[in-house]
């Protein structure tokens, strides 16, 4: 049985914590080097492979919209898998939306993050 620990995001890996920390503001440069060489992102259900891809992704991904962010929970799945819950309010459709950042570790770098619609 998973059981799922609350944690402020200071409690979180520094692996995960400093990523955020950096996508947050939108700094690609210091959020990719905390990716594996190899690293994987999905963002409802596109997928971004390798250094380059992923830079890219996380470069221009809602470059478009002005929007805030806002952790609403996080939380420890087993050793290397972590899940940060955000609201996000801006001016995408629909103006709303909370997210779940699914985060697997591989030798203390993000090996795979998958990006979705938080469980209502």
Do not use: C
């Amino acid at each position: 049985m998973t059981q799922h620990t609350e944690l402020p995001s200071d409690l979180l890996p520094t692996t995960v914590h400093q990523f955020f920390a950096a996508h947050i503001i939108r700094d690609a440069d210091t959020a990719s080097s905390f990716l594996a060489k190899d690293a994987v992102i999905v963002d409802q259900d596109e997928t971004f492979r390798g250094r380059e891809e992923t830079y890219a992704f996380l470069r221009d991904a809602g470059t478009e919209f002005e929007y805030t962010t806002e952790q609403i929970g996080a939380h420890r799945v087993d050793d290397t898998h972590w899940v940060v819950s955000v609201r996000l309010e801006g001016t995408f459709p629909g103006g709303v939306a909370e997210l779940d950042y699914r985060f697997a570790l591989r030798h203390d770098l993000i090996g795979e993050l998958v990006i979705a619609n938080h469980p209502a």
